[in-house]
């Protein structure tokens, strides 16, 4: 059996948050993935809202190939941006519930 990777849950106070004021012409993406290992597959969903809070659009899409669950979490990340830029939206928070996949985001910027 191949090893694969865990998505343990972000505590909230790990997140940056925004004022009220500051949301203001941005956009939320919740984005989330799942998957089997049992049949190495999973699928992704994602949804769009404005800075209020309205529903935009979503999107969900299965994938029959996968390695382990942080990948179908950055696809779910991935389809979001997708969905975002194709809906014309330019500032954009974008919310994943994948603590592994958040602090490899992370590692990244300190490089």
Do not use: Y
């Amino acid at each position: 059996m191949a090893p694969t990777a865990s998505c343990e849950r972000p505590t909230k106070g790990s997140l940056p948050s925004l004022e009220e004021d500051e949301m203001e012409g941005w956009h939320k993406c919740n984005v989330d993935g799942a998957f089997s290992a049992a049949d190495n597959a999973g699928a992704v969903g994602v949804i769009l809202r404005d800075h209020d809070g309205r529903f935009l659009a979503g999107r969900v899409a299965w994938h029959e190939r996968s390695s382990d669950a942080m990948m179908m979490e950055a696809l779910a990340c991935q389809e979001g941006l997708l969905l975002a830029r194709q809906r014309g939206v330019a500032k954009i928070r974008l919310e994943t519930d994948c603590l592994g996949l958040l602090k490899l985001w992370e590692s990244l910027d300190e490089q």
